[in-house]
C-alpha cells in the first residue's frame, strides 16, 4: 500500500514513518509512505504557499497553484487516480471501520493543510473526502495523516507479524481493552487477579470478556452502545 502525502513539512514524516512498525513495513516494500513537499512546487518567486484570505480575518489560507500542480504531478502517469484524502477538522472522524476501509486500498494521496486552512478551490478540484482525527485545535494536518498511516498500515496484510493479537481484525472487537498483568504477580503487595494464574483457559477468556465489557459499558457508553447493537443481532 502507497501513501503519497502532500504537506509542507516532509522531514516529520522521513522521520517518524522509518520506525517502529511502519518503517519495518517500509523496508519489506509492503507499505510506501512518500512525503511530497508542496512548497517545491510554489511558482512564486519567494516560493509563497499561502496568502491572506479574501474578505480578511486573521491567519493566512494555502493557496491552491502548489498544491494542485503537485497533485497533478504525482498522478500525470496514473491511469486510476488514487483516493485523495484531505486531513480536516470537517471531516468525519477517524475510527477503526473507517481504517478497515482504507486498508483495502492500493495506493491514497494524504493532503494536510496549514495555517488557517486550504483554499476551498482545491477541495472542490481534487478532495474526494475529508477526514479528522477528532476535535480540537491542530497547527497542521501532518500529525493526523500519520495518525491515519499507522492504523490504516497495521491492517494491510503482512505488516503487522501474525502472532500480535491485533493483527486480525477480529481481535478489535468493538470493546475497551480487559485489564493488562504481568511480572511480578504481587509488586507493592498489589496482586494479579487470581483468575489470571488459574490456568484455566477458558474462565480466563470469560473473565476478560466480562471486564472489557463492563469498561466499556462504564468509559465508553457510545463504543458500547453499538457494540450491544451489533450483538443483539448475532445472538
Ligand atoms: C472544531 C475544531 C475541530 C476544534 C476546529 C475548528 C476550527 C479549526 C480547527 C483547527 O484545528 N484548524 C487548524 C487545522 N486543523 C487541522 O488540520 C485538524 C484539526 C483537528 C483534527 C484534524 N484531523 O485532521 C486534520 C485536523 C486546519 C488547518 C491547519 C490545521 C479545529
Given at each position: 500500500m502507497k501513501f503519497d502525502v502532500l504537506t509542507l513539512f516532509p522531514e516529520l514524516f522521513n522521520i517518524v514513518m522509518r520506525e517502529s512498525i511502519i518503517g519495518r513495513a517500509q523496508e519489506n516494500g509492503i507499505i510506501k509512505v512518500n512525503a511530497i513537499n508542496i512548497r517545491d512546487y510554489s511558482k512564486d518567486k519567494h516560493k509563497k504557499v499561502d496568502d491572506y484570505p479574501f474578505g480578511g480575518g486573521t491567519g493566512m489560507v494555502m493557496t491552491c497553484q502548489p498544491v494542485i500542480d503537485a497533485y497533478n504531478d504525482i498522478?500525470?502517469?496514473?491511469?486510476?487516480?488514487?483516493?485523495?484524502?484531505?486531513?480536516?477538522?470537517?471531516?468525519?472522524?477517524?475510527?477503526?471501520?473507517?481504517?478497515?476501509?482504507?486498508?483495502?486500498?492500493?495506493?491514497?494521496?494524504?493532503?494536510?493543510?496549514?495555517?488557517?486552512?486550504?483554499?476551498?478551490?482545491?477541495?472542490?478540484?481534487?478532495?474526494?473526502?475529508?477526514?479528522?482525527?477528532?476535535?480540537?485545535?491542530?497547527?497542521?494536518?501532518?500529525?493526523?495523516?500519520?495518525?491515519?498511516?499507522?492504523?490504516?498500515?497495521?491492517?494491510v496484510q503482512g505488516v503487522l507479524a501474525s502472532e500480535n493479537s491485533y493483527s486480525e481484525e477480529s481481535h478489535f472487537n468493538g470493546l475497551l481493552e480487559y485489564p493488562q498483568y504481568t511480572r511480578p504477580a504481587d509488586y507493592n503487595g498489589k496482586k494479579v487477579p487470581d483468575i489470571l494464574l488459574s490456568g484455566h483457559h477458558a474462565n480466563i477468556e470469560k473473565w476478560r470478556t466480562q471486564q472489557s465489557i463492563e469498561r466499556t459499558k462504564q468509559k465508553r457508553p457510545d463504543m458500547y452502545e453499538v457494540y450491544e447493537r451489533t450483538h443483539k443481532k448475532n445472538l
Amino acid at each position: 500500500m502507497k501513501f503519497d502525502v502532500l504537506t509542507l513539512f516532509p522531514e516529520l514524516f522521513n522521520i517518524v514513518m522509518r520506525e517502529s512498525i511502519i518503517g519495518r513495513a517500509q523496508e519489506n516494500g509492503i507499505i510506501k509512505v512518500n512525503a511530497i513537499n508542496i512548497r517545491d512546487y510554489s511558482k512564486d518567486k519567494h516560493k509563497k504557499v499561502d496568502d491572506y484570505p479574501f474578505g480578511g480575518g486573521t491567519g493566512m489560507v494555502m493557496t491552491c497553484q502548489p498544491v494542485i500542480d503537485a497533485y497533478n504531478d504525482i498522478t500525470k502517469d496514473m491511469t486510476v487516480k488514487p483516493k485523495v484524502i484531505y486531513m480536516s477538522p470537517q471531516g468525519r472522524v477517524l475510527n477503526q471501520k473507517i481504517a478497515k476501509e482504507l486498508s483495502t486500498e492500493e495506493h491514497l494521496i494524504l493532503l494536510c493543510g496549514h495555517y488557517e486552512g486550504i483554499d476551498e478551490r482545491i477541495i472542490e478540484e481534487i478532495v474526494d473526502e475529508e477526514i479528522s482525527i477528532g476535535d480540537y485545535v491542530l497547527t497542521g494536518g501532518e500529525l493526523p495523516a500519520m495518525v491515519l498511516i499507522d492504523c490504516v498500515s497495521r491492517l494491510v496484510q503482512g505488516v503487522l507479524a501474525s502472532e500480535n493479537s491485533y493483527s486480525e481484525e477480529s481481535h478489535f472487537n468493538g470493546l475497551l481493552e480487559y485489564p493488562q498483568y504481568t511480572r511480578p504477580a504481587d509488586y507493592n503487595g498489589k496482586k494479579v487477579p487470581d483468575i489470571l494464574l488459574s490456568g484455566h483457559h477458558a474462565n480466563i477468556e470469560k473473565w476478560r470478556t466480562q471486564q472489557s465489557i463492563e469498561r466499556t459499558k462504564q468509559k465508553r457508553p457510545d463504543m458500547y452502545e453499538v457494540y450491544e447493537r451489533t450483538h443483539k443481532k448475532n445472538l
